[in-house]
């Protein structure tokens, strides 16, 4: 079925530190996924996504890993930011017939403590 | 160049009113998605709209029902509201031969039903 998972709901970090963010999917053909950052009083946007073909993919200061055997990804933060406090989304992309939705984990609010 | 626009951006209603929520979508895009997000959940999909059609629908009964207009803009309407109905709503927009799961979402039309 459809759904996707997170670990945690909350995660405390000292800014400089890095951070790790997971979720787990429950769908073996699930092929594509995408990590999306919510702040407060936006909407979500968009920060890296990764296809089933690749285990790890960066960006700038992030990294996010797929592990297909046990159905987990997770999101890499690097020398975490003030700016990088929000609630973070793994999302699953299901197309059919061209029609495109994403299905979102319940998300984790990442506090970075000065 | 203006993002994703969504209006109102609160209002309030009591149960059994109907509600009209729109969204103009990023410069360029074509295809525009509604989300619901509850409070403390990831969004939840419930329909996606191109060439002035509904192309793809989440679990959401009749009661929600939307329109594309030619220049790509797009209203949600839900009927008969419900108290659970309160949520923000969430208007995406993509466009052709962008990354796939990169969607552009507006700050959302925050409802609240009494």
């Known amino acids: 079925g459809e759904s996707v998972g997170l670990h945690l709901p909350t995660l405390s970090v000292q800014e400089g530190d890095n951070s790790i963010i997971n979720c787990a999917y429950s769908?073996?053909?699930?092929?594509?996924f995408i990590w999306y950052k919510q702040e407060s009083g936006k909407g979500p946007q968009f920060i890296i996504d990764i296809r089933s073909n690749m285990d790890k993919r960066q960006g700038q200061r992030v990294t996010v890993l797929l592990n297909k055997t046990v159905k987990h990804l997770s999101l890499q933060i690097a020398a975490t930011q003030p700016g990088d406090s929000a609630v973070y989304f793994c999302a699953e992309n299901i197309e059919i017939q061209g029609a495109q939705k994403l299905v979102f984990g319940q998300g984790t609010r990442l506090t970075i403590n000065p | 160049d203006a993002g994703v626009t969504q209006s109102p951006t609160h209002l309030i209603k009591t149960r059994g009113q109907q509600v009209t929520l729109r969204c103009s979508p990023k410069?360029?895009?074509?295809?525009v998605s509604w989300y619901q997000q509850a409070l403390g959940q990831g969004p939840q999909f419930i329909f996606q709209?191109?060439?002035?059609?509904?192309?793809q629908r989440g679990n959401f009964p009749d009661r929600f029902s939307g329109h594309q207009f030619p220049n790509y803009s797009s209203e949600l309407n839900v009927n008969a509201l419900l108290l659970g109905d309160s949520a923000l709503y969430l208007c995406a927009s993509r466009g052709q031969g962008r990354i796939a799961g990169e969607l552009f979402f507006g700050e959302g039309s925050r409802l609240t039903v009494l």
């Open positions: 410069s360029g895009h074509d295809t």
């Open positions: 769908n073996s053909a699930s092929d594509y």
């Open positions: 709209y191109y060439e002035e059609e509904e192309r």
